[in-house]
């Protein structure tokens, strides 16, 4: 592909820097070995999973080249006879996922090549040292007074982003370091305004900004270059490293951690202040600060890559501050970032984690108190300070800075607007992506709180109370429906022993009452009146209306025919003749 072609319709541009996690859901044992079926994740979204399918002998290679670069993980050890046993698959397959939790967990390594192409091999599939050298040989064609010494492979953290030995061919002992990289994710900039302003970046001059020699692009990716410095880095210091050597023999297992000193601190930690005031001035986004990114120059720091932003590439600390919803601008990004930076040049080493709950010894308070108000719990809740706040600590409030040089970067007001919309589309996309991770958050605390073992028997308890009330609740309902039952039965058969009793309801009224209970007790019949003629008529009403029904069954039962009076009729039907 030509430099200067577009790039391929529907290029899906990923952040790299999103986490992935792995989970070993199942192994399945073939003839002679066995196979783990594993479920990645990119991100909070279960939706955003796959599946891949891996052998031991995946992870042993895999394994290997880390510790090519000086690395010793914990992947369990090989076993020839045996493998096969049902006890010593489980047994492997829980030292696996241990193995994927720390390559997943540490923030460089979960960032390198070999594990992204290990755990994400359709994304990751592509050799982006021989793009990039693709790229660069076409430059090359129109620019023939460069050449290249050698590729300085894996230098860098990053995938899409490779470096290169220069030399200019008229003065061959002169060494430069070519960069190239791919667009990223947050590329928001028009490609008219995108090559504008790295074009630009040549004429930008500062004491604090290491000066970039040339720089062109196109639609799809950026090419700089600038002078090759044998010191190295500010990361290279700190971790008396050789700068040509790759990124994870550099960084990732430091064999002596050590701090600098404190006069080291504050004039390198007010220089970098300064020149961050600069560009947030220049309303310039930067949001790609850490040590590797800061050039030494003697006894002076000299920020590297302001061209990360104008690609769009994600930063360093992307996954740390991502999950704090108060760091939501370029400005607060650089901040934080700036605390993570002191706070290995104070201590040799990055933090454990952030925020940092405590910390520890520092060569003086005065650091301790800049590190609690970018570090700490307090501050990732309730916000950063600003550059300028910063500046007026006593830890960089006293710093001299002698330089003569006067900076210079003139934007043109039409760039100065595309750059604005370009930061606040930036600043829009970690807002979402802080939005939703929050959310995720809380509903992951939710069901971890609801599905704990003290909440089930919280649970319990309150199923057991109300399993109880209501049974009470019942009993009493069924003990009123009883009494009520009892007095009307009572009340209907009190006419035939009183006379005095209250007429008792109509048989319409009781028609809408509910029927007794059935194991409702009769009550006593009433005695008979003594046998007479007139005892059908003398039948009191209430009882013919069936409200006692024992006393009516009772009279009915003992009713005699023999006491009926015997009629005489005349019979007045015949017919006459007369």
């Given at each position: 592909m030509a430099f200067m072609e577009k790039p391929p319709a529907g290029k899906v541009l990923l952040d790299d820097t999103v986490p992935l996690t792995a989970a070993i859901e199942a192994s399945q044992s073939l003839q002679s070995h066995t196979e783990y079926i594993i479920r990645v994740q990119r991100g909070i979204s279960v939706?955003?999973?796959?599946?891949?399918?891996?052998?031991?002998?995946?992870?042993?290679?895999?394994?290997?080249?880390?510790?090519?670069?000086?690395?010793?993980?914990?992947?369990?050890?090989?076993?020839?006879?045996?493998?096969?046993?049902?006890?010593?698959?489980?047994?492997?397959?829980?030292?696996?996922?241990?193995?994927?939790?720390?390559?997943?967990?540490?923030?460089?390594?979960?960032?390198?090549?070999?594990?992204?192409?290990?755990?994400?091999?359709?994304n990751y599939s592509a050799s982006y040292t021989e793009i990039a050298l693709q790229q660069v040989s076409m430059f090359f064609r129109s620019e023939p007074k460069w050449e290249v010494v050698e590729p300085l492979k894996d230098i860098g953290w990053r995938i899409r982003k490779k470096y290169f030995l220069m030399k200019i061919k008229n003065q061959p002992k002169e060494r430069l370091v070519l960069s190239w990289a791919d667009l990223g994710p947050d590329k928001y900039l028009s490609d008219k305004d995108f090559q504008c302003l790295i074009k630009l970046l040549p004429s930008c001059l500062h004491p604090y900004i290491y000066r970039?020699?040339?720089?062109?692009?196109?639609?799809?990716?950026?090419?700089?270059?600038?002078?090759?410095?044998?010191?190295?880095?500010?990361?290279?210091?700190?971790?008396?490293?050789?700068?040509?050597?790759?990124?994870?023999?550099?960084?990732?297992?430091?064999?002596?951690?050590?701090?600098?000193?404190?006069?080291?601190?504050?004039?390198?930690?007010?220089?970098i202040l300064e020149v961050l005031k600069f560009l947030h001035d220049k309303g310039f986004p930067y949001g790609h600060l850490h040590a590797s990114n800061v050039m030494l120059e003697g006894d002076t720091c000299r920020l590297l890559d302001l061209e990360n932003s104008l690609l769009g590439l994600p930063s360093f600390y992307r996954s740390y501050f991502s999950q704090f919803r108060k760091i939501n601008t370029l400005e607060s990004v650089d901040v934080h970032c700036f605390g993570h930076l002191l706070y290995e040049m104070t201590y040799g080493r990055p933090p454990d984690s952030v925020p940092v709950d405590s910390f520890p010894p520092a060569p003086s308070m005065a650091v301790v108190a800049v590190l609690e108000s970018t570090l700490s719990c307090e501050a990732c809740k309730n916000g950063m300070p600003t550059v300028s706040r910063l500046l007026q600590m006593p830890l960089f409030s006293d710093v001299l800075l002698t330089t003569s040089e006067k900076p210079q970067f003139k934007i043109p007001t039409k760039l100065k607007e595309a750059l604005r919309i370009a930061k606040e589309c930036i600043e829009k996309r970690l807002i979402e992506e802080q939005k939703q991770i929050h959310q995720h958050r809380r509903l992951t605390r939710a069901q971890s709180h609801h599905g704990s073992e003290e909440e089930r028997k919280k649970r319990k308890i309150l199923a057991r109370k109300k399993s109880k009330r209501s049974a009470v609740e019942n009993s009493e309902e069924h003990s009123a429906k009883y009494s009520n039952s009892n007095n009307s039965g009572s009340g209907a058969s009190s006419p035939l022993t009183s006379p005095s009793s209250p007429t008792p309801p109509s048989t319409a009224g009781m028609s809408a009452l509910p029927p007794p209970p059935p194991p409702a007790p009769l009550p006593p019949a009433a005695p008979l009146p003594p046998a007479s003629t007139e005892v059908p008529t003398q039948l009191p009403p209430q009882a013919v209306n069936g409200v006692s029904r024992g006393a009516l069954l009772s009279s009915i039962q003992n009713f005699q025919k023999g006491t009926l009076r015997k009629a005489e009729t005349c019979d007045h039907s015949a017919p006459k003749i007369g």
């Amino acid at each position: 592909m030509a430099f200067m072609e577009k790039p391929p319709a529907g290029k899906v541009l990923l952040d790299d820097t999103v986490p992935l996690t792995a989970a070993i859901e199942a192994s399945q044992s073939l003839q002679s070995h066995t196979e783990y079926i594993i479920r990645v994740q990119r991100g909070i979204s279960v939706e955003n999973s796959w599946q891949i399918v891996r052998r031991y002998s995946d992870f042993d290679l895999l394994n290997n080249s880390l510790q090519i670069v000086g690395l010793s993980l914990p992947l369990p050890p090989k076993k020839l006879i045996g493998n096969m046993d049902r006890e010593f698959i489980a047994e492997r397959q829980k030292g696996l996922q241990n193995y994927l939790n720390v390559i997943t967990t540490n923030h460089i390594l979960s960032n390198c090549e070999l594990v992204k192409k290990f755990l994400d091999p359709n994304n990751y599939s592509a050799s982006y040292t021989e793009i990039a050298l693709q790229q660069v040989s076409m430059f090359f064609r129109s620019e023939p007074k460069w050449e290249v010494v050698e590729p300085l492979k894996d230098i860098g953290w990053r995938i899409r982003k490779k470096y290169f030995l220069m030399k200019i061919k008229n003065q061959p002992k002169e060494r430069l370091v070519l960069s190239w990289a791919d667009l990223g994710p947050d590329k928001y900039l028009s490609d008219k305004d995108f090559q504008c302003l790295i074009k630009l970046l040549p004429s930008c001059l500062h004491p604090y900004i290491y000066r970039v020699t040339f720089a062109t692009a196109n639609e799809s990716s950026a090419l700089l270059i600038r002078m090759f410095n044998e010191k190295g880095t500010l990361k290279d210091l700190i971790y008396k490293a050789k700068p040509k050597d790759p990124f994870l023999r550099k960084y990732c297992n430091p064999k002596k951690i050590q701090g600098l000193e404190l006069q080291q601190i504050k004039t390198y930690g007010r220089q970098i202040l300064e020149v961050l005031k600069f560009l947030h001035d220049k309303g310039f986004p930067y949001g790609h600060l850490h040590a590797s990114n800061v050039m030494l120059e003697g006894d002076t720091c000299r920020l590297l890559d302001l061209e990360n932003s104008l690609l769009g590439l994600p930063s360093f600390y992307r996954s740390y501050f991502s999950q704090f919803r108060k760091i939501n601008t370029l400005e607060s990004v650089d901040v934080h970032c700036f605390g993570h930076l002191l706070y290995e040049m104070t201590y040799g080493r990055p933090p454990d984690s952030v925020p940092v709950d405590s910390f520890p010894p520092a060569p003086s308070m005065a650091v301790v108190a800049v590190l609690e108000s970018t570090l700490s719990c307090e501050a990732c809740k309730n916000g950063m300070p600003t550059v300028s706040r910063l500046l007026q600590m006593p830890l960089f409030s006293d710093v001299l800075l002698t330089t003569s040089e006067k900076p210079q970067f003139k934007i043109p007001t039409k760039l100065k607007e595309a750059l604005r919309i370009a930061k606040e589309c930036i600043e829009k996309r970690l807002i979402e992506e802080q939005k939703q991770i929050h959310q995720h958050r809380r509903l992951t605390r939710a069901q971890s709180h609801h599905g704990s073992e003290e909440e089930r028997k919280k649970r319990k308890i309150l199923a057991r109370k109300k399993s109880k009330r209501s049974a009470v609740e019942n009993s009493e309902e069924h003990s009123a429906k009883y009494s009520n039952s009892n007095n009307s039965g009572s009340g209907a058969s009190s006419p035939l022993t009183s006379p005095s009793s209250p007429t008792p309801p109509s048989t319409a009224g009781m028609s809408a009452l509910p029927p007794p209970p059935p194991p409702a007790p009769l009550p006593p019949a009433a005695p008979l009146p003594p046998a007479s003629t007139e005892v059908p008529t003398q039948l009191p009403p209430q009882a013919v209306n069936g409200v006692s029904r024992g006393a009516l069954l009772s009279s009915i039962q003992n009713f005699q025919k023999g006491t009926l009076r015997k009629a005489e009729t005349c019979d007045h039907s015949a017919p006459k003749i007369g």
